[in-house]
């Protein structure tokens, strides 16, 4: 299982990024996938979801209406539109599924994560 992000860099106040995260074996369509980020000093935070057809999403308070999550099945990524960024969304941004096993519980994969640095 591989999840590999790209598209994070700094960018100024009020300034756009596309995160996209690549997902590798499993199947990818299947399963729900989820944003999160991690500022310095701060716990992991859930920005943004989408079901695995990607007909239903979710989000963060603090991201609404400024962020989209979307997704390609075909080609196994899931997207994250970043709008309007403010410097607090400064932070490391992950990608993630979790995947339900009889014997372990609920697994969380993750993949390395991509900085998103806003500042002028």
């Known amino acids: 299982v591989q999840l590999v992000e790209s598209g994070g860099g700094l960018v100024q106040p009020g300034g756009s990024l596309r995160l996209s995260c690549v997902g590798s074996g499993f199947t990818f369509s299947t399963y729900r996938m989820s944003w999160y980020r991690q500022a310095p000093g701060k716990e992991r935070e859930l920005v943004a979801g989408?079901?695995?057809?990607?007909?239903?999403?979710n989000y963060a308070e603090a991201v609404k209406g400024r962020f989209t999550i979307s997704r390609d099945n075909a080609k196994n990524t899931v997207y994250l539109q970043l709008n309007s960024l403010k410097p607090e969304d400064t932070a490391v941004y992950y990608c993630?599924?979790?995947?339900?096993?009889?014997?372990?519980?609920?697994?969380?994969?993750w993949g390395q994560g991509t900085q998103v640095t806003v500042s002028s």
């Open positions: 993630n599924y979790v995947r339900s096993t009889l014997q372990f519980g609920s697994l969380n994969y």
């Open positions: 989408i079901t695995a057809g990607g007909g239903s999403t």
